[in-house]
Antibody, heavy 121, light 111 residues
Framework: QVQLQESGPGLVKPSETLSLTCAVS?????????WGWIRQSPGKGLEWIVS???????YYNPSLKSRVTISIDTSKNQLSLRLSSVTAADTAVYYC??????????????WGQGTVVTVSS | QSALTQPASVSGSPGQSLTISCTGT?????????VSWYQQHPGKAPKLMIY???NRPSGVSNRFSGSKSGNTASLTISGLQAEDEGDYYC???????????FGGGTKVTVL
């Protein structure tokens, strides 16, 4: 059974960098899927942030690209997200998710439970 | 404002069918068959219900079906059950700047 588990600090100060980790179990992060991050602001809809293949091919949401760093650690079977220069607008539940790869990256079929991040001084 | 347009809410009685629409453009819904639908219960992560317009992942009830016509995709829930209450989001690949976009979500209420 594939499971994803996000972790990271729940509170980040404005202008600092948000760092999250997603531990993947039950499936090798190196095989056949993209891996991504999606967030959901309080009471709002879903916003895709970034998707990455273990080989390094990466797609970014242009509105966040300048502040986003994503990485995959195959030895630990985990992916990480860093979002710099955060503001209150970055307050959200952050989800990591597995992304189906057929002829191209496709739907997100497995999601973590999400981790709440609040940006506040 | 979300890139894909969904009704804010729909409702139906147990046993009935209801349909949620998701309207985009020729750059996303109308141009590609990478439309997916997600169900979200309060405080839970989204769950994939439909991918590639009309495909159901293993384990998803066949009461859920998807279709597309032009720039509008639809999710139909037949034989509505209380457990179907929740928020539903559509998503699509887009060849505009963003790659993947979501709708604003539709709250489904079972009367």
């Amino acid at each position: 059974q594939v499971q994803l588990q996000e972790s990271g600090p729940g509170l980040v100060k404005p202008s600092e960098t948000l760092s999250l980790t997603c531990a993947v179990s039950g499936h090798s992060i190196s095989s056949g899927y993209y891996w991504g991050w999606i967030r959901q602001s309080p009471g709002k809809g879903l916003e895709w942030i970034v998707s990455m293949y273990h080989s390094g091919n990466t797609y970014y949401n242009p509105s966040l690209k300048s502040r986003v760093t994503i990485s995959i650690d195959t030895s630990k079977n985990q992916l990480s997200l860093r979002l710099s220069s955060v503001t209150a607008a970055d307050t959200a539940v952050y989800y990591c998710a597995r992304q189906i790869l057929l002829t191209a990256p496709d739907a997100f079929d497995i999601w973590g439970q999400g981790t709440v991040v609040t940006v506040s001084s | 404002q979300s890139a894909l347009t969904q009704p804010a809410s729909v409702s139906g009685s147990p046993g009935q069918s209801l349909t949620i629409s998701c309207t985009g453009t020729s750059s996303d819904v109308g141009g590609y068959n990478y439309v997916s639908w997600y169900q979200q219960h309060p405080g839970k992560a989204p769950k994939l219900m439909i991918y590639d317009v009309s495909n159901r992942p293993s384990g998803v009830s066949n009461r859920f079906s998807g279709s597309k016509s032009g720039n509008t995709a639809s999710l139909t829930i037949s034989g509505l059950q209380a457990e179907d209450e929740g928020d539903y989001y559509c998503s699509s690949y887009t060849d505009s700047v963003t790659f993947w976009v979501f709708g604003g979500g539709t709250k489904v209420t079972v009367l």
